[in-house]
């Protein structure tokens, strides 16, 4: 694996972990951005770390293909992608949004 690819590799990982962490009704939508690092795992058939397999929730023995598709599955079965400011956990939807002014609106 190139350097670069190994560098975007990691970095999926430790979002995937953080991600994967939360419970599934709470997390946000996986970011787009994962797709080009899945693609790039396609055909990479050496096999994982055993921390990158618990990392992607894979047996140990998994390749970085078997990761790559893991993404992918996540990422086909979403029908929006994910904010910055709501990864990996999406807000409350019962959250009030705070606008300047709004409340003193609502208080008159």
């Known amino acids: 694996m190139h350097p670069a690819q190994h560098i975007e590799f990691n970095r999926l990982a430790q979002e ?5 962490a939360v419970p599934a009704d709470d997390r946000s939508p996986a970011p787009g951005w994962w797709w080009g690092p899945a693609m790039a795992l396609r055909h990479a058939k050496q096999p994982l770390s055993p921390e990158d397999c618990r990392k992607f929730g894979l047996p140990l023995g998994a390749s970085f293909a ?15 992608l994910t904010r910055p400011s709501e990864f990996p956990k999406r807000r409350s939807k019962h959250r009030p949004i705070k606008i300047a002014g709004l409340y003193a609106m609502a208080a008159e």
């Open 16 to 20: 995937m972990a953080a991600w994967r």
């Open 66 to 80: 078997d990761a790559g598709n893991k993404v992918m599955a996540f990422l086909a079965a979403q029908r929006s």
